[in-house]
């Protein structure tokens, strides 16, 4: 194993105790039973295999998912929250890497999945602070601003809508931002109570949920395989790896296949309602077109920052400094909160900025790569494994099923990310600095 997921195998962080507390869903029971033979084998409780696990629960498969902590533990309970109807890459983009018919599948389904996802929310009743007021992206330069117009012109029939002046700065609560585009296709939660309702929903239609289960090892038996945890065995016709940047040691390659990288996020203090009132006043979650992460929110009566960290180092962020940075150029008159916690989560880079699914060997599927958008993407990737899992065709998936690619001299690769991160991070400096 290489430095970097050594470093991933040694996080001992937990998601921020903020996330998944009082009146929203409780922590998920451990399955009663142990089954030693099951349909699918799915290892990793984030929501890329709890979805998988739901959808084929509901088709009828047996199904047991291995989670080596409690669910949510990755990602998944560490999020922003935010649910986003885009990839990384423009539409055009999409068509011209996956030709018309892909890729027109593929934008169309990322666009109405934060809808979908809201809709099996309130048909579950999942008490996630599912807040569906759409989202805020910020311009705070020119070419920001022409960036999310072709970004608006391009959505082509969606009801994103820009705002300038005193129209963008009454729903930002600030006039930091000369442009906004607001689309109501997005929304935000907490991220840890939504893994939880979705295990829940799938543990409803029969999927037996093992947290505190660690798989050390897949072996194949015949046409079939043997899935070890610690001195529990058990045997499934098909394994689902959705471990993604957690991945560790139990598929090599896999884990080579994408760089580990450390998003950091931190909460205020609670703030008095008055306080909370002008700021983001319609409840919008706000990004901008910075290149790196530049997320604010309401979130559980507290102000909510994306913040710059370590890239490989995990909880090292001068959490303090960077939110009163972030809240004191776009809510100057803010007396300087102070901030109750930090916390980082890792999230898998692609060379390429989309997930992948990988057909690791016969009867073994894995999605990775979210690239730090995959609250609505791993409901369409979970859809994609289940379909894979129960025989469908490559060309049935949402998601193109891809070689496996391991990169040569991985930390070499983490190497170069961290140096393009840090020339993003001077260029955004810059940006903010010009309008
Ligand atoms: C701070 C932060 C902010 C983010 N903000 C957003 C956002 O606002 N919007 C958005 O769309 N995306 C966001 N993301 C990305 C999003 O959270 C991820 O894309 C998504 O949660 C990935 O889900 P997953 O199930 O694929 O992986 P994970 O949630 O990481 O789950 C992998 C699981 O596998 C388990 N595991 C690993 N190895 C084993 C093993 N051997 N045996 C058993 N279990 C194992 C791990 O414990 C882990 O629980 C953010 C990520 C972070 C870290």
New binding site residues.
């Given amino acids: 194993m290489g430095l970097i997921q050594r470093r991933v195998t040694n996080d001992t962080s937990a998601p921020p105790s903020l996330y998944g507390a009082a009146g929203v869903e409780p922590t998920v029971p451990a399955a009663k039973g142990w089954d030693n033979r099951v349909d699918v084998a799915i290892?990793?409780?984030?929501?890329?295999?709890?979805w998988t696990a739901y959808n084929l629960a509901t088709n009828g498969a047996s199904v047991a998912v291995?989670?080596?902590?409690?669910?949510?533990?990755?990602?998944?309970?560490?999020?922003?929250?935010?649910?986003?109807p885009y990839l990384k890459h423009s539409h055009e983009k999409i068509i011209a890497d996956l030709g018309e018919e892909r890729g027109t599948r593929l934008s169309a389904a990322v666009a109405v999945a934060p809808a979908e996802v809201a809709a099996f929310i309130e048909r579950y009743q999942i008490a996630c602070a599912a807040t569906r007021t759409g989202i805020l992206i910020g311009a705070r330069t020119k070419a920001g601003s022409a960036q999310l117009e072709a970004t608006a012109a391009a959505l082509r029939g969606a009801p994103a809508k820009m705002f300038y002046g005193s129209a963008a700065a009454d729903l930002v609560g600030s006039d930091f931002y000369p442009a906004v585009l607001l689309d109501p296709r997005g929304f935000?939660l907490d991220?840890l109570a939504y893994?939880r309702g979705l295990a829940r929903a799938a543990a409803a239609h029969g999927a037996l949920i093992h947290p505190v289960?660690?798989?050390?090892r897949i072996a194949p038996r015949g046409s079939e395989w043997d899935i070890i945890?610690g001195t529990r065995q058990l045997t499934a016709e098909k394994v689902i790896i959705?471990?993604?940047?957690?991945?560790?040691p139990?598929w090599p390659d896999l884990a080579r296949s994408v760089v580990p990288f450390?998003?950091?996020?931190a909460v205020t203090e609670p703030l008095p309602e008055g306080v909370l009132a002008d700021i983001l006043p319609q409840g919008q979650?706000l990004t901008d077109t910075r290149r790196l992460?530049s997320?604010v929110r309401k979130f559980g009566g507290r102000l909510h920052v994306?913040i710059d960290g370590a890239s490989f180092v995990p909880g090292r962020a001068d959490a303090a400094r960077m939110v009163q940075r972030r809240l004191r150029e776009l809510y100057p008159r803010l007396p300087a909160p102070h901030v109750e916690n930090s916390?980082?989560?890792?999230?898998?880079l692609t060379t390429d900025q989309y997930p992948h699914i990988h057909r690791l060997a016969e009867g073994v599927w894995s999605?990775?790569g979210?690239?730090?958008?995959?609250?609505?993407?791993?409901s369409l990737?979970g859809r994609d494994l289940a379909a894979l899992a129960r025989g469908a065709g490559d060309n049935a998936t949402v998601f193109p099923v891809r070689p496996l690619r391991p990169l040569p001299l991985h930390d070499a690769a983490a190497l170069v990310v961290a140096t393009v991160v840090s020339t993003k991070r001077w260029l955004d400096r810059i940006d903010a600095t010009t309008r």
């Avoid at 409690?70 to 922003?80: K, M, T």
């Fill in positions: 290892v990793g409780g984030g929501i890329t295999g709890l291995l989670e080596s902590h409690e669910v949510g533990h990755g990602a998944s309970g560490r999020a922003f929250g935010q649910l986003v935000h991220p893994a289960t660690r798989v050390d945890c959705a471990t993604n940047a957690y991945s560790g139990l450390l998003v950091h996020g979650p992460y997320g994306s916390w980082s989560g890792w999230i898998a999605a990775v979210c690239n730090g958008r995959g609250l609505a993407a791993a990737l």
